[in-house]
């Protein structure tokens, strides 16, 4: 029997990376996406290798940047060259500004940059995966059919000042995920958003002593970094259809952060 495809975006590394290393490791066939970087890609697709629990396990790169559509359209055709079939498909690329600046500040270029990759980038994306399975009508090899996974963040009800282009980009991520969860009930396919913390990766190398100190001060209950594999077993969960009975579900994997205290 064929192994099901997972297809992450952004998977060179990151969230990404520990995505597709966790579902090596569950037995899924892997489609890495990248955008610039391909040495970081190989090294996904070696580290998924040494990881597979099965030497059936098939793992490729693909480069795109899902903010054009030709690059999307073309990925889509690569992917299923080579594999024949996606079974899940994981939103998770996305970058943050490249200047954090405060609101009356925020340029144009950023904003466009930003919701192009994190928001408009994930929905067409969508739309063309989407497309394929009620085009094909091909049988889901997954538990409770074909998965869409977004990948958003707590900036989607968190509001940052300095960063505002990247909150408005998740909390858009949201009202797609309830979008296609509405859609796509009938059909049997289930969507799902995933809301990282804190997590310890490149994008807050940065800022990793502010974070340090407001972890250790109780800003998240459990007082940790996330890590990737913690968003990796997130994704497993659900494409191994632990959620039979739910679609449109959010799923906060942030040590407790969304939790209102006094």
């Given at each position: 029997m064929s192994l099901p495809v997972l297809l992450i975006t952004g998977a060179s590394r990151g969230l990404g990376r520990g995505i597709a290393l966790h579902a090596a490791s569950q037995g899924y066939h892997v489609a890495i996406n990248y955008a610039g970087?391909?040495?970081?890609?190989?090294?996904?697709?070696?580290?998924c290798r040494e990881a597979a629990s099965s030497s059936q396990q098939e793992f490729a790169?693909?480069?795109?940047?899902?903010?054009?559509?030709?690059?999307?359209?073309?990925?889509?055709?690569?992917?299923?060259?080579?594999?024949?079939?996606?079974?899940?498909?994981?939103?998770?690329?996305?970058?943050?500004?490249r200047v954090?600046?405060?609101?009356?500040?925020?340029?144009?270029?950023?904003?466009?940059?930003?919701?192009?990759?994190?928001?408009?980038?994930?929905?067409?994306?969508?739309?063309?995966?989407?497309?394929?399975?009620?085009?094909?009508?091909?049988?889901?090899?997954l538990q409770g059919g074909f998965k869409?996974?977004?990948?958003?963040?707590i900036s989607a009800y968190t509001a940052s000042v300095n960063r505002?282009?990247?909150?408005?980009?998740?909390?858009?991520?949201?009202?797609?995920?309830?979008?296609?969860?509405?859609?796509?009930?009938?059909q049997g396919i289930q969507v799902?958003?995933?809301?990282?913390?804190?997590?310890?990766?490149?994008?807050?190398?940065g800022v990793k002593d502010k974070y340090d100190k407001l972890l250790a001060e109780g800003l998240v209950p459990q007082k940790r970094w996330g890590q990737p594999q913690d968003i990796g077993q997130a994704v497993e969960a659900i494409v191994s259809g632990k959620f039979p009975f739910s679609t449109g579900e959010v799923f906060n994997v942030d040590g407790g952060f969304h939790l209102q205290r006094l």
């Amino acid at each position: 029997m064929s192994l099901p495809v997972l297809l992450i975006t952004g998977a060179s590394r990151g969230l990404g990376r520990g995505i597709a290393l966790h579902a090596a490791s569950q037995g899924y066939h892997v489609a890495i996406n990248y955008a610039g970087n391909q040495t970081a890609a190989e090294e996904t697709a070696r580290l998924c290798r040494e990881a597979a629990s099965s030497s059936q396990q098939e793992f490729a790169i693909f480069q795109a940047d899902i903010s054009r559509s030709s690059d999307r359209q073309r990925m889509v055709v690569e992917v299923l060259s080579r594999f024949g079939r996606i079974d899940a498909l994981v939103n998770n690329a996305g970058i943050a500004p490249r200047v954090r600046a405060d609101l009356t500040e925020t340029s144009e270029e950023s904003f466009d940059e930003v919701l192009n990759i994190n928001l408009k980038g994930p929905f067409f994306l969508t739309q063309s995966v989407v497309n394929h399975w009620l085009k094909t009508k091909q049988p889901p090899l997954l538990q409770g059919g074909f998965k869409v996974i977004f990948i958003s963040s707590i900036s989607a009800y968190t509001a940052s000042v300095n960063r505002g282009e990247y909150c408005i980009s998740k909390a858009g991520l949201a009202m797609v995920t309830q979008l296609f969860a509405t859609r796509l009930a009938e059909q049997g396919i289930q969507v799902f958003e995933i809301r990282p913390g804190i997590m310890e990766t490149d994008m807050t190398s940065g800022v990793k002593d502010k974070y340090d100190k407001l972890l250790a001060e109780g800003l998240v209950p459990q007082k940790r970094w996330g890590q990737p594999q913690d968003i990796g077993q997130a994704v497993e969960a659900i494409v191994s259809g632990k959620f039979p009975f739910s679609t449109g579900e959010v799923f906060n994997v942030d040590g407790g952060f969304h939790l209102q205290r006094l």
